[in-house]
């Protein structure tokens, strides 16, 4: 059993603040301590994109552009939970965020994620 968990998605206006959480659970949770873990974005007609990534020890993170400078990805290894913060929200962040670990290519224009979360919808209002 691999399992991601999120939560946290809503429908906020343009300029505010979501906490997103992931919780591993399964072998995701046995393993997620020597895990890399990331967040990915899915928009209706889209392709599934990169948001950001964190090592996993919490040393090293990966931003994509449109995260810079407003997201900020933390995990809580004690509690087997990833977080995305994410402030200054726009509606071109509207989207469906997955939570993904078996990272790939982390540092490259397209990381990968191998195992996935259900997703939680987050919503950006004008």
């Known amino acids: 059993q691999i399992q991601l968990t999120e939560s946290g998605g809503r429908l906020v206006q343009a300029g505010g603040s979501l906490r997103l959480s992931c919780k591993a659970s399964?072998?995701?949770?046995?393993?997620?301590?020597?895990?890399?873990m990331g967040w990915f974005r899915q928009a209706p007609g889209k392709e599934r994109e990169f948001v950001s990534a964190?090592?996993?020890?919490?040393?090293?993170?990966w931003l994509s552009d449109p995260a810079k400078g407003r997201f900020a990805i933390e995990r809580d290894n004690d509690n087997y939970q990833l977080f995305l913060q994410m402030n200054s929200l726009r509606p071109e962040d509207t989207a469906v965020y997955y939570c993904?670990?078996?990272?790939?290519?982390?540092?490259?224009?397209?990381?990968?994620?191998?195992?996935w979360g259900q997703g939680t919808q987050v919503s950006v209002s004008s």
């Open positions: 993904a670990t078996g990272l790939q290519e982390l540092g490259t224009p397209r990381p990968r994620g191998t195992y």
């Open positions: 399964g072998q995701a949770a046995q393993v997620f301590t020597t895990s890399n």
């Open positions: 964190i090592s996993w020890n919490g040393y090293t993170t």
